[in-house]
């Protein structure tokens, strides 16, 4: 190492022993601090392309879980809800703002005029495509740079086993 992040890092984990010695964790302090700065640095990447592609990470979302979902591309706001774990209003307010867009269409279930599920547009469709693989390749090229294969499915493993004990 050596490099800014592990400068960064050390200096925190100093004042930290030193200021806070009661807290301080020697494993979990330089664990979460890593983690943290790694998740942020590459979030930052990717919302950074999705800002070049006009979405927010919030539209970015919605717009990649109907992409996912099988042809027609239509979910529910109820199964958009619960996959991207956001309010009911702020939901709203971004399928408003992609519905204005074009990018979404809402449609009405015969029977039940309360239930609009939100359908992805051809236009909408080619922006994400691009978008994702845009994403993927910068956020890929830093992955790639640090980790080698075995250490990516490693790591992913540990994480996702972290993962499983959230409640």
């Given at each position: ?137 910068q956020?890929?090229?830093?992955v ?17 086993r972290?993962?499983?004990?959230a409640?």
């Amino acid at each position: 190492m050596g490099g800014f992040v592990d400068r960064f890092i050390q200096t925190i984990l100093a004042e930290h022993r030193e200021n806070w010695p009661e807290l301080f964790d020697p494993e979990l302090i330089p664990f979460s601090l890593a983690l943290h700065r790694g998740h942020g640095l590459l979030y930052g990447r990717a919302c950074a392309v999705m800002g070049q592609f006009g979405l927010s990470p919030a539209e970015f979302d919605v717009l990649a879980s109907l992409r996912r979902s099988p042809a027609p591309h239509e979910l529910t706001p109820s199964q958009l809800q619960q996959a991207l774990v956001i309010t009911s209003g702020g939901l709203t307010k971004i399928l408003h703002q992609l519905e204005q867009r074009g990018f979404i269409t809402r449609l009405t279930v015969h029977g039940d005029r309360r239930i609009k599920p939100v359908r992805l547009t051809g236009p909408a469709f080619s922006l994400i495509e691009q978008a994702l693989a845009e994403v993927l390749r910068q956020t890929g090229e830093r992955v790639r740079s640090a980790l080698t294969p075995e250490e990516i499915r490693v790591m992913t493993g540990l994480l996702l086993r972290l993962a499983e004990q959230a409640p």
